[in-house]
């Protein structure tokens, strides 16, 4: 009996595995208003029996690859940047997002289709969430459920009006928007002034790696 629960499980990721690998595909070629779920059942040769099984609806797949790329990104930043403090890692997180919505326009234009999805965008607000539990707790700079909350809810509303901005008509200096961004994130969690800068500095020290991990998380197939 427990053999056959293992092999129901690993068919249960496998599954997931190919749907969120053929959605990531499809939004690319598509956008995310013209994906549809008869597009993602084609695509990943699964059922939508065994789609509807895994998931709720299209926004819910959508957001299982988002959080799945936010983990993978956090993941790399801390294998990468082992010894830096909880606060670096929040400002290269925000860093690394946005640095790969600039490179890659055709990614940018799924994230802004999810960011303009009320739905979606409240869970982006709820993983990072999360994320801010994974970071903080523990430290000195530990807050309360609400209160991660409320600051989450406002550095992924900067996010936001920073993405939008890289449609905007007029010229803008991405990099200044994305160091004033930092800056906020950072001071919301009530970091002193001068590690503040001493992080944003460190951060555009390191832009290749953040390119080089925004690359990754544009190519890499989800589950490798």
């Keep these: 009996m427990r053999k056959k629960t293992e092999l129901s499980e690993d068919h249960l990721k496998e599954v997931r595995r190919r749907v969120l690998n053929s959605t990531k595909t499809l939004l690319v070629q598509y956008g995310y208003k013209r994906t549809t779920i008869r597009m993602i059942v084609e695509k990943s040769g699964v059922l939508i029996g065994s789609i509807y099984y895994i998931f709720k ?3 819910d797949i959508f957001q299982s690859l988002i959080l799945e790329m936010v983990q993978h990104g956090i993941a790399k ?5 082992p010894d830096e403090t909880p606060a ?8 690394l997002e946005l640095k790969e919505m600039e490179a890659a326009p055709i990614i940018r234009d799924v994230y802004k289709e999810g960011y303009d999805s009320n739905i979606v965008f409240e869970h982006m607000v709820s993983q990072f969430v999360l ?5 903080f707790d523990g ?7 609400a209160e991660y909350y409320e600051r989450m809810l406002l550095i ?4 936001r ?5 890289l449609y905007f008509e007029q010229t803008h200096d991405h990099v ?6 930092m800056a906020l994130a950072l001071n919301l969690f009530h970091v002193p002034s001068l590690a503040v800068h001493q992080i944003i500095a460190r951060i555009e020290e390191k832009e290749e790696l953040w390119l080089a991990i925004a690359n990754d998380l544009a190519m890499r197939p989800i589950g490798e």
């Design 131 to 135: 994320l801010a539990h994974h970071i």
């Design 156 to 159: 992924k509303g900067a996010m």
């Design 88 to 95: 670096f890692r929040l400002a290269a997180i925000c860093e």
């Design 161 to 165: 009006a920073c993405i939008a901005e």
């Design 176 to 181: 200044r928007s994305r160091a004033e961004l």
């Design 57 to 59: 609806n299209k926004e």
């Design 139 to 145: 430290t000195e700079l530990e807050a309360t459920e």
């Design 77 to 81: 930043i801390e294998e990468r940047c």
